[in-house]
């Protein structure tokens, strides 16, 4: 499949604050159509590498297999989300290394570089809203007993977030039970989408 040629012809601020900023992107589309678009621009990150890092842990016991998420606050959404480990990619880091940060700070497992597989190009968040993107990856780990997780290294601003297993199987009927509580993740809840479109068509 091809793609008309779309050309950006300029950018213009349209306000910022300490971590984002709006801006007005021009552009001619594939018919010479002048356009623009309003788009929320993250600062102080590694892009336009990638933004971020998004992890899905997998905790393998002898006789399960569970996922390991995180619940934190999103003034955002002025509510509590449901999501998968991530955090921003800093400056001068690989998405290797922030990948493998993230999750010790997160949720305390400290694993080898080598034990963690990152997709080889960043996926998109939201692309109607913003030119944010990440690194979307996976990790198993082997435990003996679910129970005994190892204490997150938290930031200062983590300051809500905790983390939550949950069982693979039946995966979403548990989202559906927790989201009597708070906001699940759309990565997350297509994750799930996933696993149970898995069984309707083999």
Same mark, same amino acid.
């Given at each position: 499949?091809?793609?008309? #040629? ?9 306000? +910022?604050g300490q971590w984002l900023k709006l &801006? ?7 018919? !010479?159509?002048?356009? @623009?678009? *309003?788009?929320?621009?993250? #600062?102080?990150?590694?892009? $336009? ?12 016991? %002898? @006789? ?11 003034? +955002?959404? *002025? =509510?509590?989300?449901?999501?998968? %480990?991530? !955090?921003?990619?800093?400056?001068? &880091? ?10 010790? *700070? ?5 694993? $080898? *570089?080598?034990?963690?597989?990152? !997709?080889?190009? $960043? /996926?998109?968040?939201?692309? !109607?809203?913003? =030119? ?15 129970? #005994?997780? %190892?204490?997150p290294q938290l930031e200062e601003d983590?300051? @809500? ?15 559906? &039970? ?9 990565? /997350?809840?297509?994750f799930a989408l996933g696993l149970a479109?898995?069984?309707?068509? %083999?």
């Amino acid at each position: 499949m091809s793609f008309s #040629k779309v050309n950006v012809t300029g950018t213009k601020p349209l306000g +910022a604050g300490q971590w984002l900023k709006l &801006e007005q992107l021009d552009y001619i589309d594939g018919h !010479g159509t002048q356009r @623009s678009w *309003e788009r929320c621009v993250r #600062k102080n990150t590694a892009a $336009p590498l990638a933004d971020a890092v998004d992890l899905q842990v997998f905790l393998k016991t %002898p @006789s399960e297999t569970f996922m390991l998420f995180v619940v934190q606050y999103r003034p +955002a959404i *002025e =509510n509590y989300a449901l999501e998968f %480990p991530s !955090g921003l990619i800093d400056s001068g &880091e690989t998405p290797l290394h922030a990948a493998r940060r993230e999750l010790r *700070e997160e949720t305390g497992f400290d694993v $080898p *570089e080598s034990s963690i597989h990152l !997709g080889e190009q $960043p /996926v998109c968040y939201e692309p !109607g809203l913003t =030119n944010s993107t990440c690194f979307m990856g996976h990790v198993t780990i082997e435990m003996d007993d679910i129970s #005994k997780l %190892p204490t997150p290294q938290l930031e200062e601003d983590e300051w @809500s977030l905790r983390t939550v297993v949950l069982p693979i199987k039946d995966m979403m009927q548990h989202l559906t &039970e927790w989201q009597t509580r708070c906001v699940v993740d759309s990565r /997350v809840y297509s994750f799930a989408l996933g696993l149970a479109a898995t069984r309707s068509y %083999p």
